[in-house]
């Protein structure tokens, strides 16, 4: 790896494991392991553990889309790399 590039490689992993990170937790944990602290909750009439493994975790995905193309897009310009 070149030395110029490695600043780029570790911003772009950096994103990707804060987003991975989210997503875990989002996923896995407040759809199955704080599930039943969650749906003492209640969103729309449905328990919150419930609508986040059902719908919730959905909306979040969403956003971390958009999230990560906006952070790319930063960190692509900030390194030259962006495509005009």
């Given at each position: ?23 875990f937790v989002v996923s896995f944990g407040a759809g199955v392991l704080f599930a039943d602290a ?47």
């Amino acid at each position: 790896m070149e030395k110029g590039n490695s600043g780029y490689w570790q911003a772009t992993l950096g994103l990707l494991t804060k987003i991975l990170i989210v997503w875990f937790v989002v996923s896995f944990g407040a759809g199955v392991l704080f599930a039943d602290a969650l749906n003492g909750i209640k969103l729309g009439g449905y328990p919150l553990g419930f609508w986040f493994a059902q719908q919730g975790s959905i909306y979040v995905f969403i956003a971390l889309i958009f999230y990560y193309a906006k952070k790319m897009g930063d960190i692509d310009r900030q390194f030259d790399v962006h495509e005009d």
